[in-house]
């Protein structure tokens, strides 16, 4: 196996990368985007150490992060699409899309 | 074959289930709330708050059943040492019972629910509170980790509720992607976590890095000259070589980052709760008992998981983290404080103001000892009944149509509403931090921890913002009793309703009875660490 | 050494797609990229020998693409609206994610070759099984630890269920 600061270093930087997309972007959807970029990183994480100690806690975990990355870009898009959908008209171009009026954090 | 059943039944309530019988009552209650809305009519939907009511008060029971299991015996786990039963669980799931059942109170009379989405707010107010017991005990990072997202799911749809023919917020979004990052953050901290023990069991972590850093201790000394470091150095010779080419640095810099990242990422969640309504807009009809309980119920179960996390894991570190801990604690009071000058509705002020609060209850992390720490749940025991009695004459008024959301609509409220109009100046008072309320003692006590444990300098900061914290306050109590000079001003009285009598009168109580007399109510907060 | 270039492939792969997703102009693009960086990561499970990891992986990734064309209308309707958005945030994106991946690969390679006695992953537990745990073991510690957890999740699942019965409504 590789070392295990190859692991921690890429998990790293997808850590940083997710952390500068939910900062930089407005839009809700690549924010959403980030933020489960860092969820991968956490799993990638616990994978690496799973497989250093060869223990079973550590899959288990990262097994439950997937299944939470899934749970919340579902439920993450459909709260989004029924607000937003709410709010903005594609006709009719808004004075001010609610969108904007959100700081980036 | 039945009674072998029951058997198998019985013997893992006896066991395993007892450790989380209080939740799984709230959980019952909440289903059957669900099955019983589909076959009652309108005029009976009173049942549901009543049967929600039924389930925070049978937990509640539970609760106290399990206090006389533990006083006898030790504090016990379950479920593969993943959840625990101690002091700490049982005061904090009181304080959460206690808020939900707050929160259901109110939210009887409020309008702005829609009547035939109540069962499902009541439902997903009792399975929030069961998620955030479940993170109260948990000691397992996994078990802890989806307890805290469970908790959020829930709380996402109630801040997504929308009020009667009103558009859903984007509020509830903002709360929503606040959250998820926190979680993010959070479950990265935990990895780490994992790798620097192996294992996912809060004591079993505890114990690996209090290794780690007695080693990091043990290798800095051996760099220092004296017989003492020669000493050391020749003890590491003879029992881990390797480390002789190892810096301090390095052992510290992992555990260091992962309670860098657990402390923002809970904070990152309280703070998204406290603040999301910032966003709305000036006439939203949305419900506002859901922010209640944002407010309330879920900053106690993050502080309370923060408090966990900090004082078992990351307790050796203390000497390290501290001065993070100062910096986080006034940067927030300081945002807090000038955010909520420049809000000019209540509610915002509110929400602005929450985030100095929570600022000064992580002071009491700073000193760390058993005085900090019983001030540190007493201040969060107190907040929660205050905020709640703001909010509820908050909600009456707007029930009633008797206040806008600007801060002038509420003039001359003192002529109109007197009983309305004290309460509310009781509760500001509180909140602002004056004696003889809750406030002022809850506040006193942390500044006492800190001088007393030498932290002198952080305790001038805090109290020199504490007064520009308290006239943000005081502007609503100064508009509740002036008299409005302008002749389309509200006229209309607030009255209140039974829930919101019991709500204030019980709110009121506690924010002044535990600022007049308080050792009983210190007494309480010394109980959830064991005394 | 087949390893670390696999290893390095995937890395440098799922860098890549992840400051691509956070730097792309439009939701699309960037959803394109989202989904690449899931199969990189997907791979590095395989790499390390994970193959219910990478299965649930694939089946995620599965999921977020029926998401995606679910709430397709929606997004879009979303990526019009931002059409206007000021160009620098996604190009301000870029840059410090190009620069914060090129100085963290640097020190790690520093890390690994230059210092070799200044790791920061020392004095990490040891393995508690000489050997790689299989399938079955997993499985059998998911199904017997893991319980309450996955009951968790099943309430995860009753209240989405509940929530959005809730939360999706038609207009009044």
């Not at chain 2, 881990?240 to 810096?247: G, N």
């Not at chain 2, 309504?277 to 000036?282: F, G, H, I, T």
């Given at each position: 196996m590789l070392p295990i600061s190859d692991y921690l270093f890429l998990s790293f930087t997808l850590l940083l990368i997710g952390v500068i997309g939910v900062i930089t972007r407005r839009s809700l959807v690549i924010k959403l985007f980030s933020i489960e970029m860092i969820l991968n990183a956490a799993g990638i994480n616990l994978m690496a150490f799973a497989r250093f100690f060869a223990d079973a806690a550590g899959e288990t975990f990262a097994a439950f992060i997937i299944l939470m990355v899934v749970a919340q870009v579902l439920v993450a898009l459909a709260i989004i699409a029924v607000v937003f959908t709410r709010w903005f008209n594609v006709s009719t171009a808004p004075a001010k899309h609610p969108e904007q009026g959100v700081p980036a954090s | 074959m039945l009674t072998h059943a029951l058997d198998v039944i019985r013997n893992f309530m006896h066991a395993d289930g007892a450790a989380f019988l209080p939740q799984l009552e709230l959980l019952l209650f909440a289903v059957g709330i669900l099955a019983m809305d589909t076959w009652i009519s309108q005029k009976e939907k009173y049942w549901s708050p009543t049967l929600a009511l039924a389930g925070v008060v049978f937990s509640g029971l539970t609760l106290w059943m399990l206090r006389a299991r533990i006083s006898t015996g030790a504090e016990f786990t379950a479920v593969h040492d993943t959840i625990i039963v101690d002091t700490y669980f049982l005061f904090f799931s009181a304080l959460l019972l206690a808020a939900s059942a707050l929160v259901i109170l109110l939210s009887v009379n409020e309008g702005s629910i829609p009547l035939r989405h109540k069962a499902r707010y009541y439902a997903l107010l009792l399975f929030a509170c069961a998620a955030m017991m479940f993170a109260v005990s948990a000691v397992d990072l996994l078990v802890m980790f989806l307890a805290l997202e469970v908790a959020a799911l829930s709380c996402f749809f109630l801040a997504a509720l929308r009020g009667v023919s009103s558009k859903p917020e984007p509020s509830s979004v903002k709360f929503m992607l606040g959250s998820l990052f926190g979680s993010a953050i959070l479950a990265y901290g935990f990895s780490l976590l994992y790798g620097l023990s192996a294992a996912t069991n809060i004591g079993k972590i505890a114990s690996a890095l209090t290794r780690r850093h007695n080693i990091s201790k043990v290798i800095a000394v051996s760099h220092q000259p004296g017989a003492h470091g020669a000493q050391m150095y020749q003890l590491l010779q003879s029992r881990?070589?390797?480390?002789?080419?190892?810096?301090p640095f390095m052992l510290e810099t992992l555990p260091i980052a992962a309670f860098l990242l657990v402390l923002f990422a809970l904070l990152a969640k309280t703070k998204a709760a406290s603040m999301h309504?910032?966003?709305?807009?000036?006439h939203s009809a949305s419900p506002i008992t859901p922010v209640l309980f944002l407010s309330g119920g879920f900053i106690v179960a993050m502080l309370a998981s923060l408090m966990r996390l900090t004082l078992t894991v990351f307790g050796e570190y203390h000497d390290t983290w501290w001065p993070v801990v100062v910096a986080v604690a006034l940067a927030l009071i300081a945002a807090g404080v000038v955010a909520s000058l420049r809000q000019k509705t209540f509610s915002d002020i509110l929400a602005c103001a929450s985030c100095a609060q929570i600022g000064y209850m992580l002071l009491a992390l700073i000193s760390g000892d058993e005085t900090a720490l019983t001030a540190l749940v007493y201040y969060l025991f107190t907040y929660l009944f205050i905020v709640s009695g703001a909010f509820a004459v908050l909600l009456a008024a707007r029930n009633q149509s008797a206040a806008g959301p600007q801060m002038a609509s509420l003039n001359d409220l003192g002529g109109r509403s007197p009983v309305v109009a004290v309460l509310l100046v009781i509760f500001v008072i509180a909140l602002a931090g004056f004696p003889p309320t809750a406030g002022f003692f809850a506040r006193y006590s942390l500044f006492q921890s800190l001088w007393r444990s030498g932290h002198r300098y952080t305790a001038w900061c805090a109290a020199f913002l504490a007064l520009p914290l308290a006239w943000s306050y005081l502007r609503i109590a100064v508009h509740a009793c002036r008299r409005s000079p302008d002749s389309n001003a509200e006229t209309a009285a607030v009255s209140l309703g039974a829930p919101e009598a019991i709500v204030l009168g019980v709110c009121a109580f506690v924010s002044l009875a535990a600022g007049l007399y308080s050792e009983p109510f210190m007494r309480m907060a010394r109980y959830a660490f064991g005394q | 050494m087949p390893h670390e270039i696999i290893f390095f492939i995937l890395g440098a792969g799922a860098i890549l797609f992840a400051a691509l997703t956070i730097s792309a102009r439009t939701v699309v693009y960037s959803a394109i990229c989202f989904v690449l960086t899931l199969f990189a990561t997907a791979g590095i499970y395989l790499q390390l020998h994970a193959p219910l990891l990478f299965a649930a992986q694939l089946i995620a990734i599965f999921c977020v693409v029926a998401a995606l064309i679910l709430f397709a209308v929606e997004v879009s309707k979303l990526d019009v609206a931002l059409a206007n958005e000021y160009h620098w945030r996604a190009k301000a994106a870029a840059i410090i994610a190009t620069v914060v991946a090129l100085l963290e690969i640097a020190f790690g390679v520093a890390q690994r070759h230059f210092l070799p006695g200044e790791r920061l992953t020392v004095l990490l537990p040891k393995a508690s099984f000489p050997w790689p745990l299989t399938v079955a073991d997993i499985l059998k510690y998911f199904l017997s630890y893991d319980l309450l957890p996955l009951a968790m999740m099943a309430l995860a699942t009753v209240i989405a269920t509940v929530g959005i019965r809730a939360v999706f409504r038609r207009r009044d």
């Open positions: - | 881990l070589p390797e480390a002789l080419h190892w810096r309504r910032l966003v709305e807009s000036a | -």
